[in-house]
Structures are given as C-alpha cells and as structure tokens.
C-alpha cells in the first residue's frame, strides 16, 4: 500500500522559500511522482514532475525557474523546492505517486495522494 506524507507548507513573504517533503511508503511499485496545486474555488493543478529511475523532471510554466522538484531515493522522500514565492502560489500543496511509466501532468493518472500541506504567500 503507497502512502504519502507531505510536510514543509507555512506562511512566508512574497520574494520567500519553502521547501515541501513527501515521505513514500510503498514506493517500490511507483515509478514517478508529482507535485499538484489546489488554491480556494480553483481545480487542481500540475505542478511538477519526477521519476523514480532517472530523475527526469518536468513544470508547468508558471513555476519553471522558481521551483525544483527532486528525490532521495535511499529516503523514499520527494521535495519541491519553492523559491521567490508569489501570492499567486498560494494553495494546498499535493503529493501524489503513479505506477505507470514516464511522466504525465494529468491528475487522473496518479492513483495515491497525500492529504496536501498549505503554502499562503503575503504580498
């Protein structure tokens, strides 16, 4: 059974950084991980992207240059690195594993997700 555990949301000023972990447990049946949005009366949205084996990565746009997303394989843990922070960012911040191949930016095709960890941006 994959479980996700996100961690690392907080308030910080526009212009600031935060850094979000995901503990897997499980892992070893997924493949790829992803990072997902959902700020208030909007849907979820992409974010960004990792795989397991090659550390092959993709963004959307509107975070591309700003965040990182990376993996500790040894530590099953997936991070986002957030750095200059836009009141825009704001949202819950979402975890989720995927057992297919490749990487996808489509939210039905991740089958396990974590509960979310708020990140609120002050102008």
């Known amino acids: 059974q994959v479980q996700l555990v996100e961690s690392g949301g907080g308030l910080v000023q526009a212009g600031g950084s935060l850094r979000l972990s995901c503990a897997v447990s499980g892992r070893t049946v997924t493949k790829s991980m992803g990072w997902f949005r959902q700020a208030p009366g909007k849907e979820r949205e992409f974010v960004a992207a990792i795989t397991w084996s090659g550390g092959d990565t993709t963004y959307a746009d509107s975070v591309k240059g700003r965040f990182t997303i990376s993996r500790d394989s040894a530590k099953s843990t997936v991070y986002l690195q957030t750095n200059n922070l836009k009141p825009e960012d704001t949202a819950v911040y979402y975890c989720?594993?995927?057992?297919?191949?490749?990487?996808?930016?489509?939210?039905?095709?991740?089958?396990?997700w974590g509960q979310g960890t708020q990140i609120t941006v002050s102008s």
């Open positions: 989720a594993a995927r057992r297919g191949d490749g990487l996808t930016v489509r939210t039905v095709q991740y089958g396990h």
